[in-house]
C-alpha cells in the first residue's frame, strides 16, 4: 500500500500538549518537515523558549536545549558558534520574543546571527492563563487588561517581522498564518527558505506566524480563525519584510 | 631586603610602566613583586599612582600604606603621599615641575630634574626613566643593568630606536644622583 | 618554566586558554575589563570565540548554549554584572552543565564602588538563583593560584557537570605578579555524550534542560544533585594553614583579605604574640571540618574572622565551630579593606578577652 502521508521524522512520538484548535501543532509540523526535507534533522539543534512553546524539546527529534524566558536566541548564539556547521533555530512565543526577550532577539538580528526564529505570535499570554502581550490588539482583553488594551496606558502592539527588517543583519523576515491549506503551504516555504538561507549563511532569519489560542480569546477554533484573519491581519500584514540574500533566486521555493 | 615603593603623576607621565619595569626588573633578579595600579575613573587623564613590592621574603600583603620610597612626578603626588611615607623612608621628587620642597625632618629627598634631563635627550616622554635610573642609583634595589636588558626587549622592530634613549635616559638619572653625592 | 609579570585579569584569561577554553562570552564592566579585551585579542589566535555579548544576561546564556552544545567556556564579570547572570547560572546548575564563571567583585550594593570589595560571598556559596543548588566557588588569593585554580575549574566543571565560580576581587584582578605556568594535573573526564550537537542520526536526541514539570521528577532531579553536591563536598575541598601550627589566635580570612591577615599575623609574631590564618580556597563546598580540626587543636584561644564585607563567611566560620571557640569579627565595606594595624587590634582585644 503506498504511504501518502505520514508523521515527520522531525517530530517525535510524543503526544502535544496544545489546546483543540491552537496552531502550533500546524507549526511544529511545519518545522519538522522542513528539517526532514532539507535532511539536516542529524545536524540541527533547538532552542525551547518559556510559554507553550516550553515543551518543543519533547516534541523535535533533532536534539535540543531548553532556554530561559526571552534567551532562547542568546543560547542558539551560544551553540551556533560552537557549531556553526549545524543548522540553529529557536522557537518562540511573543511574550518570550517580543517582550522580556526584546534585547536577545534584537542583538542576534543585528550580528547576523546565523539562526532561524520561528516567532509564533498569537497576541496573548498562553501558558501562563491570558494575560496581555505586547502583541495584544488594542481593545483586545486579556486577565491583566480586563478593560481590553488601550494606547493612552499600554501603548500600541509591536511588529516585530517589521522592526528587525531594519536591521542588515536580518536576511529574511516574513510573517504568515496557518489558518488554511495555502496559508500554511505558504508558511512551510517561508520556513525553507529560512532555513535554506540560515545554511547557506546569509545572516539571520525569522519567521513569525500568527497563530490561534482559542483558550485564552474565549473562542471556538473555528471563531478563533475566523478572528485572526478579521483582527490580526489587518494590524500584522502578512508578507515579506526583509530578504537580503543574495542567493534570494537559488532559495528553494 | 623589602622596598614598598609608591609612584604617582599625572596620566601621562608613564607611571604605571615605570613600576612595571621595577617589577619586572625584581621579578627577573628573583625577588617577590607585586604591582598594583589604583584603576578607574583616576586613570583617564587625571592622576594616577600605583604601587609596587619587592622583597627577599615571600609577599603576603600587597597593599602598600606606609612606603619606603616615593616616586612623585607632580605636585598633588608629593602633597598626597609625602605624609604616607614611612619614617626613614624616601622621597623622590621631580623637581622640573615640582617647585616645593619635602617637609618631614625624618625623611630623605632626592631632587631630580628629570623631565629637563629627558627634554636634554630629545624626548620628554623618558622623564620617567630618568627617575628610575635615580632611583636605582640610591636604592640598589635591582641592577640598571637588568632594566637596559629589558629594554631591549621591550622596544623592537620601530620602536627599536627608543632602546638607546631609554638606556641613555636610566644613566642620566643614575649620574644626577651621583653628582648630587659628589 | 621562567616566571612571567602577569596582570591578574589577563592570567585568568590565559590560564582559560591553556585550560582549553575555547569560547568566551562576555560584556564590559570594571574592574575586569582586561579579561574580555584579553580574549579578544588572543581567543582568534587559537581558533576559539570571543563574543561580546549585548548584556551580562546575553552572555550567560550564549555560555550555556556553547556549555550544553559540549564546548569549554567562560563568562566574567563584576559583582553588579553577576547580578544578572543568576538566573543563567541557576538554569546552568539545573541543567548540569560545566560553566566557568569569573567574578571580580568590586564593592556593592546597587552600583556599589569600582574597589575591591567580597560582599558576594553570599551569593556566590548560597546561589544567587532560585532553586536548591550550588555553585562550586573558588577564592584565589594570588595570580599564581588563580592560574593554577583556573584549570582546575575546568575539570570541576566537567567532571561533576556543574558551574565553578572564579571569586577573586578587583585587586587580584588588576595587579600583576609573577606566574609560572604549571602543567595541570591530568584528570579523568567523562564523555560529554549529553551534548546537543547534532544526532547525524545516530543516536536518540539529546535534550539539555532545568524543566521538570511532574514533581515526582524534579523532586528526583534534586535528589541526584543534592548527591553530587555531597560527592563534591567529600572531593573538593581546598584551603591553606599558614603558621596556625601554635598559633594562639588565629585569623580566617579568604582572598585578598587572608594575605592582610597574614602580613597582620607576621606583625603579631614579631611582638610575640602567636598568630595564625586559616585561609580557605574552596568556599563552597566550605572546609568546615579542616578549620574545626585547626581551630581545635590545642593551641588555639580565639578565632578572629575578618572579610571585606559586612559580616557574610562568618555564618560559615560559626557552622563550622559550632561554639567551640569564641569568635570575632572585623569587616570593611564598600571597597576598602582592612589594615593590618587594624587587624593586630582585634587580634589582641580577642586574646585579652580569653
Known amino acids: 500500500m503506498a504511504i501518502v502521508y505520514q508523521r515527520s521524522k522531525g517530530l517525535t512520538e510524543i503526544e502535544q500538549h496544545f489546546c483543540p484548535g491552537c496552531t502550533h501543532g500546524v507549526i511544529h509540523k511545519l518545522v519538522a518537515e522542513v528539517l526532514e526535507e532539507l535532511d539536516i534533522i542529524g545536524s540541527t539543534v533547538g532552542v525551547a523558549s518559556v510559554g507553550c512553546s516550553a515543551f518543543a524539546y519533547n516534541y523535535f527529534s533533532c536534539d535540543m536545549q531548553q532556554a530561559a524566558h526571552g534567551r532562547a536566541p542568546a543560547v542558539a548564539t551560544g551553540i551556533k558558534r560552537v557549531h556553526p556547521d549545524l543548522a540553529v533555530f529557536t522557537y518562540q512565543g511573543d511574550g518570550d520574543l517580543a517582550a522580556i526577550g526584546t534585547a536577545e532577539i534584537v542583538h542576534a538580528a543585528m550580528r547576523g546571527e546565523k539562526i532561524t526564529a520561528i516567532f509564533v505570535n498569537n497576541a496573548i499570554y498562553g501558558m501562563t492563563g491570558g494575560q496581555m502581550a505586547p502583541t495584544t490588539l488594542l481593545g483586545q482583553k486579556a486577565t491583566t ?16 517581522a517589521e522592526m528587525l527588517a531594519t536591521l542588515d543583519g536580518c536576511a529574511y523576515s516574513e510573517r504568515v498564518m496557518v489558518t488554511d491549506p495555502a496559508s500554511i503551504a505558504r508558511a512551510k516555504r517561508a520556513i525553507k527558505k529560512a532555513f535554506t538561507l540560515q545554511l547557506a549563511g546569509a545572516g539571520f532569519t525569522m519567521v513569525e506566524l500568527l497563530s490561534t489560542c482559542p483558550t485564552n480569546w474565549g473562542l471556538s477554533p473555528i471563531e478563533a480563525v475566523g478572528w485572526l484573519k478579521e483582527n490580526l491581519v489587518p494590524y500584522y500584514p502578512l508578507g515579506v519584510y526583509a530578504d537580503r540574500s543574495e542567493q534570494k533566486e537559488e532559495a528553494t521555493r | 631586603m623589602t622596598h614598598e615603593i609608591i609612584l604617582s603623576g599625572f596620566g601621562g607621565q608613564g607611571i604605571m610602566a615605570m613600576g612595571k619595569m621595577l617589577a619586572e626588573a625584581g621579578m627577573q633578579e628573583g625577588l617577590s613583586v607585586n604591582w598594583l595600579p589604583s584603576y578607574g575613573p583616576e586613570v583617564r587623564g587625571g592622576t594616577a599612582n ?28 608629593l602633597l598626597r603621599f609625602e605624609p604616607q611615607l614611612k619614617s626613614g623612608g624616601v622621597a623622590f621628587i621631580n623637581s622640573s615641575i615640582i617647585e616645593i620642597p619635602a617637609t618631614r625632618r625624618d625623611i630623605s629627598a632626592f631632587y631630580v630634574p628629570c623631565l629637563d634631563i629627558a627634554q636634554e635627550l630629545g624626548n620628554p616622554r623618558a622623564a620617567n626613566m630618568v627617575m628610575l635610573g635615580a632611583y ?35 644613566r642620566r638619572g643614575a649620574t644626577c644622583i651621583l653628582k648630587a653625592a659628589s | 618554566m621562567a616566571k612571567e609579570l602577569w596582570k591578574g585579569n589577563e592570567a585568568v584569561a590565559e590560564a582559560a586558554i591553556r585550560a582549553g577554553c575555547r569560547y568566551f562570552f562576555g560584556y564590559p564592566i570594571t574592574p575586569q575589563n582586561e579579561i574580555p579585551e ?35 567556556v567562560m563568562t566574567s564579570s563584576s559583582s553588579p554584572g553577576i547580578s544578572l547572570k543568576q538566573e543563567g547560572i541557576s538554569y546552568i546548575a539545573g541543567a548540569e552543565l560545566p560553566v566557568v564563571i569569573v567574578n571580580m567583585m568590586r564593592g556593592g550594593p546597587g552600583l556599589g564602588s569600582i574597589a575591591p570589595g567580597q560582599a558576594d560571598y553570599f551569593q556566590a556559596t548560597r546561589g544567587g538563583g532560585n532553586g536548591d543548588y550550588r555553585t562550586v566557588t573558588l577564592a584565589p588569593a594570588t595570580i599564581q593560584e588563580m592560574t593554577d585554580l583556573t584549570q582546575e575549574a575546568f575539570d570541576i566543571a566537567d567532571l561533576y557537570r556543574i558551574p565553578v565560580l572564579i571569586l577573586a576581587d578587583g585587586m587580584i584582578g588588576q595587579m600583576m605578579e609573577a606566574v609560572e605556568w604549571k602543567k595541570p594535573r591530568a584528570r579523568k573526564l567523562p564523555a560529554k555524550d549529553w551534548a546537543t550537537d547534532g544526532t547525524k542520526g545516530k543516536r536518540e536526541h539529546n535534550i539539555v534542560n532545568s524543566l521538570f514539570i511532574d514533581p515526582k521528577d524534579c523532586s528526583a532531579h534534586n535528589i541526584r544533585l543534592q ?30 583579605t587572608a594575605r592582610i591577615c597574614q602580613s597582620a599575623a607576621l606583625k603579631l609574631r614579631e611582638a610575640g604574640v602567636k598568630a595564625g590564618v586559616f585561609r580557605p580556597i574552596s568556599l563552597w563546598p566550605y572546609p568546615e571540618k579542616e578549620l574545626y580540626a585547626c581551630a581545635n587543636r590545642g593551641s588555639v584561644k580565639t578565632v578572629v574572622c575578618a572579610e571585606m564585607s559586612m559580616g557574610q563567611m562568618i555564618d560559615d566560620v560559626k557552622i563550622a565551630l559550632n561554639g567551640t571557640k569564641p569568635i570575632r569579627f572585623f569587616g570593611t565595606g564598600g571597597g576598602t579593606f582592612p589594615t593590618p594595624a587594624e587587624l593586630m587590634n582585634v587580634a589582641r582585644a580577642a586574646l585579652e578577652e580569653v
Not at chain 2, 50 to 71: G, K
Not at chain 2, 137 to 163: P, R
Request: net charge negative; with cysteine.
Open chain 1, 145 to 160: 487588561a480586563p478593560q481590553g488594551r488601550n494606547k493612552e496606558q499600554h501603548g500600541s502592539p509591536i511588529r516585530m
Open chain 2, 136 to 170: 636605582i642609583e640610591v636604592t640598589q634595589c635591582v641592577q640598571q643593568k637588568t632594566v637596559e636588558k629589558m629594554l631591549s626587549h621591550l622596544f623592537t622592530g620601530a620602536k627599536a630606536n627608543l632602546v638607546a634613549l631609554n638606556k641613555e635616559a636610566l
Open chain 2, 50 to 77: 600605583c604601587s609596587v613590592m619587592l622583597s627577599s621574603e615571600p609577599i603576603v600583603s600587597p597593599i602598600v600604606l606606609e612606603p619606603t620610597e616615593i616616586i612623585v612626578m607632580n605636585k598633588p603626588s
Open chain 3, 227 to 256: 548527591q553530587k553536591h555531597d560527592k563534591i563536598t567529600q572531593n573538593e575541598i581546598r584551603y591553606e594553614e599558614y603558621l596556625t601550627d601554635d598559633a594562639e589566635v588565629l585569623f580566617v580570612a579568604y582572598g585578598t
Open chain 3, 38 to 72: 584579553y580574549f579578544s585579542r588572543h581567543m582568534p589566535e587559537h581558533g576559539g570565540v570571543f563574543l561580546q555579548a549585548e548584556s551580562e544576561v546575553a552572555a550567560i546564556n550564549m555560555t550555556y548554549g556553547a556549555a550544553g552544545s559540549g564546548a569549554r
